[in-house]
């Protein structure tokens, strides 16, 4: 298991001031901010995962809980009648995100917005968030990362024209929050509300 970058700062800066505390107040005085370095490292961990071959699979853009499954009428970069797959991170969860098919990254859109509970049904509409369509000679999907009360920063990693293998990392939400992924109808969705998934792992859907 690896740590990815964002990782060291927060895990650093925490670090030095328990160093900080203990050598010049007490040691117990460090015992705070050496537990918030050892959760920054648990927060920032990037795990191996095995990433399904089968170009026909769809895999989870996240680990978490499938909050819902629901039918979209459209999307703007879809364009076809679809489904989409939301799953809540806690703050336990591993917070990278992965790309859930390998295509070219055609659409990329930030919006500025609330920082409302991630669990809430709403989240999707009112909190800030920043989505990408992703396209092969197959499918299009759309991901989309949304910020919670305690997800205040969406860090990605690409940019347009990018080219994702599946299961790529692309990037990361800190702190809690929710991931959304919307497929077309020709795809068949192999999870239901309450599962648990592995981004990059997890295979949520597969190609008709």
């Known amino acids: 298991m690896s740590i990815i970058k964002e990782g060291f700062y927060f895990a650093g800066v925490a670090l030095l001031v328990a160093i900080f505390l ?3 107040i007490h040691p117990y005085a460090a015992i ?18 095995i990433i399904p071959a089968d170009e026909n699979l769809i895999v989870s853009p996240a680990d978490g809980t499938v909050q819902d499954v629901v039918e979209v009428d459209d999307d703007d970069f879809v364009r076809v009648p679809c489904r ?5 991170l806690s703050v336990f969860d591993v917070h990278v995100n992965r790309s859930p098919i390998a295509g070219e990254i055609k659409i990329q859109k930030y919006v500025c917005g609330r920082f409302r ?5 709403s989240v999707g509409f009112e909190n800030e968030r920043h989505l990408i ?5 197959k499918i299009r999907v759309t991901v989309t990362q949304i910020a919670g009360i305690l997800a ?3 860090v990605s990693w690409v940019t347009l024209d990018d080219k994702l293998e599946k299961g790529e990392l692309y990037g990361l939400i800190r702190f809690g929050s929710c991931t959304e992924i919307v497929v ?4 068949e969705i192999l999870v239901k509300k309450g599962d ?12 008709k």
């Open 22 to 24: 203990g050598v010049l």
């Open 32 to 49: 705070v901010p050496a537990v918030i370095a050892c959760y920054c490292i648990y927060f920032f961990r990037n795990p191996k995962r």
């Open 84 to 88: 989409k797959v939301i799953i809540f």
């Open 117 to 121: 509970p991630a669990y809430k049904d």
């Open 133 to 137: 369509g992703i396209e092969n000679e």
């Open 152 to 154: 205040r920063r969406i």
């Open 184 to 187: 077309p109808d020709n795809v």
């Open 196 to 207: 648990k998934v592995r981004g990059g792992e997890s295979i949520i859907g597969r190609i």
